[in-house]
């Protein structure tokens, strides 16, 4: 079978500004997450997937289509953009119903697409209600329902979750994975989030600064996390006891007191392996640890870190 997504020295530039460059992208298929912080250039490579843009130097096929100018590609894939809704006055069902007519679908078959989308989504009983009484979540899942509607064989999302409750990321997450499990479905879709990502799929893309940095599994995210050194702050009044034994692992390269704020920092080699440990040591030593957290442990970190490369 072919990639579902190919892409060959990708390249577009608004004037002097690149948003992405020298792009080298295979999908094979399945859901695929594309990580990357604002501004990596996620946006810019999922339009010129949609043929919403131009490439300025390349090439790019999508379900052995060029986007750019073909109006196939609209019936073979879905796109949930990452701006807001339009027709806010209109209930969710009577946008759908409106969107499945300009699709071309008439008559009973329009109100049946869009309220089989509706219930894919959970929107079924809030489908009478006006998108302009919608929460940011609900008005994400009628987007997804809008890129639906004519049975995709590719959906693309842009930040699909952002402002999802609980609640509506699950009926999303849900959704996605029958979506795929239909047999010959796939779903690329955008986070600056890891967990997000974790939760849908094992496969990435990482993208920054408009450069492809890594393709694979998330675990290979993780791993990249455990190369280099993680700065960790542990809140504790016992800080000068935690101290002085987590100065001897063989884990850890150096500890700072902080003594104002009753609290150490901790550069950790492996920080992994140092989680791993530290309960132990901290039942051993019988004392509270008050909080918690590396400014390390997040994607940021990991861009930084692949960027001195």
């Known amino acids: 079978m072919s990639p579902v997504i190919v892409a060959r020295q990708l390249g577009k530039w608004y004037g002097d500004i690149?948003?992405?460059?020298?792009?080298?992208?295979?999908?094979?298929?399945?859901?695929?997450?594309?990580?990357?912080?604002?501004?990596?250039?996620?946006?810019?490579?999922?339009?010129?997937?949609?043929?919403?843009?131009?490439?300025?130097?390349?090439?790019?096929?999508?379900?052995?289509?060029?986007?750019?100018?073909?109006?196939?590609?609209?019936?073979?894939?879905?796109?949930?953009?990452?701006?807001?809704?339009?027709?806010?006055?209109?209930?969710?069902?009577?946008?759908?119903?409106?969107?499945?007519?300009?699709?071309?679908?008439?008559?009973?078959?329009?109100?049946?697409?869009?309220?089989?989308?509706?219930?894919?989504?959970?929107?079924?009983?809030?489908?009478?209600?006006?998108?302009?009484?919608?929460?940011?979540?609900?008005?994400?899942?009628?987007?997804?329902?809008?890129?639906?509607?004519?049975?995709?064989?590719?959906?693309?999302?842009?930040?699909?979750?952002?402002?999802?409750?609980?609640?509506?990321?699950?009926?999303?997450?849900?959704?996605?994975?029958?979506?795929?499990?239909?047999?010959?479905?796939?779903?690329l879709f955008s986070s600056h989030i890891l967990h997000e990502v974790e939760a849908l799929t094992h496969s990435f893309v990482l993208i920054h600064k408009g450069k492809i940095r890594a393709v694979g599994e998330v675990d290979e995210i993780r791993s990249l996390m455990n190369r280099f050194p993680h700065r960790i702050y542990l809140q504790t009044a016992s800080f000068r006891e935690l101290g002085s034994r987590l100065v001897f692992w063989e884990e850890v390269r150096g500890v700072e007191i902080v003594a104002e704020k009753r609290a150490i920092v901790v550069l950790a080699q492996n920080p992994s392996r140092f989680y791993q440990r530290l309960p132990s040591l901290i039942v051993e030593l019988g004392i509270e640890v008050e909080e918690i957290f590396s400014e390390d442990d997040n994607l940021e970190a990991v861009f930084r870190y692949l960027v001195k490369k």
Do not use: C
């Open 18 to 187: 690149v948003g992405i460059n020298g792009v080298e992208l295979e999908m094979e298929g399945g859901i695929v997450g594309l990580l990357g912080p604002n501004g990596a250039g996620k946006s810019t490579l999922l339009k010129l997937i949609t043929g919403q843009l131009r490439p300025t130097r390349g090439t790019i096929r999508v379900l052995d289509e060029v986007p750019w100018g073909n109006s196939k590609i609209f019936e073979k894939v879905g796109y949930v953009p990452e701006n807001d809704l339009v027709y806010a006055h209109l209930s969710g069902f009577q946008f759908l119903h409106l969107m499945a007519q300009m699709y071309g679908y008439s008559g009973g078959e329009a109100r049946q697409r869009a309220e089989r989308a509706l219930e894919e989504v959970g929107m079924s009983s809030h489908q009478n209600k006006s998108i302009a009484s919608y929460s940011k979540g609900m008005r994400q899942r009628i987007k997804v329902a809008r890129a639906i509607l004519h049975d995709p064989k590719l959906l693309i999302l842009d930040e699909p979750f952002t402002g999802m409750d609980p609640v509506g990321r699950k009926h999303l997450m849900d959704f996605f994975r029958r979506f795929v499990q239909q047999g010959e479905r796939h779903i």
